[in-house]
């Protein structure tokens, strides 16, 4: 992908968002939807138990929650790290059929995962766009954060930052520790990840709070738990 090509879909081009849960997702389904495409679907793989998100490792009803929010259909299938792509093409095509032709996707500038993203939809017979390709990692930060979305890491990996992160919101003194230790801002190299709970795409904030912190592979990671209102 090039300065020249068309980062996000025309307008009134349906698309879906592969939705990771986290910032850059967010911002990427942000910025198409102000070029005035219009999102259909939010599409997230499971894991195969069918409790957390592959990517995030958030739970499904919290994905339920954002989605909800947002007023945009969410998509799940379950699937091993083995199966991912064929399930991912397999709901591809089932999205195409109600003449979804777009995808958009969150990732910054690591080109295995451009080509990965452009050759399963062409799989399906659709186009992929990354809003945020190739931009500047602390104006991604400063961007998100002057819309006013709100996103708290839920990830770290622990050989880069330390567990004290995990469960804090991002902000403006975040980045700046982010830039004394010498880490991504972005977490583009799976430093961190994160969980939107508001901004402009949500019709409210969600209600949440943080459970207990485990450990696994070498990455921290606190649970996340959201109250819908009866």
């Keep these: ?9 025309g307008r009134n081009e349906k698309f879906f968002c592969s939705w990771s849960g986290g910032k850059d997702s967010c911002l990427a389904l942000h910025r198409a939807s102000q070029a005035g495409a219009k999102p259909s679907y939010l599409l997230t793989i499971i894991c195969e138990d069918g409790v957390r998100s592959r990517s995030h490792g958030l739970r499904k009803d919290v994905l339920e929650a954002q989605a909800s929010a947002m007023g945009i259909p969410l998509l799940t299938r379950c699937a091993t790290w083995e199966e991912y792509e064929s399930v991912f093409i397999d709901a591809l095509h089932e999205i195409r059929k109600e003449n979804v032709k777009s ?11 451009l080509e990965w993203e452009k050759k399963v939809c062409e799989n399906a017979d659709m186009t992929a766009y990354l809003p945020l390709w190739e931009c500047a990692r602390q104006g991604l930060l400063e961007e998100f954060l002057a819309l006013g979305y709100k996103a708290m890491i839920v990830t770290v990996e622990e050989k880069k930052l330390d567990k004290r992160f995990l469960g804090k919101v991002i902000d403006r003194g975040i980045i700046d520790e982010f830039r004394k230790i010498g880490i991504d801002p972005c977490g583009e190299n799976g430093e961190y990840h ?3 709970f508001d901004g402009p795409a949500f019709s409210k904030p969600l209600s949440i709070e943080t459970g207990e912190i485990t450990e696994h592979c070498g990455y921290g990671m606190i649970d996340v738990l959201v109250h819908r209102k009866r």
């Design 194 to 196: 994160t969980f939107v």
């Design 103 to 113: 995808g958009v996707f969150g990732d910054i500038d690591f080109p295995p995962h």
């Design 1 to 9: 992908m090039t300065a020249k090509t068309r980062l996000t879909p």
